[in-house]
């Protein structure tokens, strides 16, 4: 009786001991909250093969944790729907409630923030938050460019790999960042190359921040901010002004820049050609609209490269026609005069 008795001790001890350490090495695991937006990440459709007819936005959050278990070794998760869209739908309201969230969650005990996209305007809603959210805690963008149904779908791998970004102590004060296909991006400057690979988002000119290894999050550098980097608080903002970008072609006139500011566009993004050029009658129509202090912005369709100084309106820098859109949006909601947001725009002027 009394070597049983023993035993019977011996085991309670055991498994006090086992819970205790369970729960204390459980309670370490960091806060990780990921926010859903839809996107080919959330996609579905009846074929295995099929990659681009499926439906994006279809699943939950709550399906994309369930299919991916690991997530729960590295933090404890929690899901929150913000939207389930197309990112192609992705608006004003979503933008500035993804902000707000992110601002509020990463003030209290998140460790980080991953945010689920569809990547047609990831790199958009990214460069949002990337000026609108100051925190020293990581914001992680992930997107799929396979939905959840196909063969090798990559979105598991692609969520396992930001929340396994957001809760590394390594991803402090780097800021917005972007993870597909084992890569690393700043949000500020990466954007979508191709309409189908895998291999989509890269920063031509100024590169990847770090890569994933076995899992791991590696990074080339220590964190530092991009010099053009403005912050914008939007607390306060229930919507943001009208901005519209005009594709500049051959024997282009001032019809579309006309329309625009008719529709009511406080801002003008021109995508013009090569280091900002355009055609005669449409650069007589921007500066008959700079006279009414309609800022308008120059960018380049070549999708790379530096737009330097125009006599006529502001110079982008290195930021393209979508980013640019995002930027000059912020800063006339905030109410920046003229001279504010061209310095908005390059710093190194």
Sequence with gaps: MKHHFSIIITLMIFIFIHTTVAAQADTGKPNITIL?????????????????????????IQTLIDAVPELNHIAHITGEQIANVDSNDIDNHILLTLSKKVNQLLSQNQQGVVITHGTDTLEESAFFLSLTVKQSKPTVFVGAMRPATAISADGPMN???????????????????????????????????????????????????????????????????????????????????????????QGQDATLLNAAISAGAKGIVIDATGNGNMPKALEEAVAKALTKNIPIVITSRTGAGYVSNKKQGISSGFLNAQKSRILLQLAIATGANLTQIETYFDHQR
């Design 159 to 249: 969520l396992l790999e930001a929340v396994t970004l957001a809760a590394s102590p390594q991803a402090q004060q780097r800021g917005t960042m972007v993870v597909l296909n084992d890569r690393i991006a700043s949000a500020f400057y990466v954007t979508k190359t191709n309409a189908v690979s895998n291999d989509t988002f890269k920063a031509i000119e100024q590169g990847y921040l770090g890569l994933f290894i076995n899992g791991q999050p590696k990074f080339f550098y220590t964190p530092a901010a991009p010099i053009d980097q403005v912050y914008f608080d939007v607390s306060q903002l229930t919507n943001l002004p009208r901005v519209d970008i005009i594709y500049v072609h």
């Design 36 to 60: 859903a937006t839809g996107g080919t990440i959330a996609g579905s459709s009846a074929s295995k093969t099929d990659t681009t007819d499926y439906q994006a936005g279809s699943l939950g």
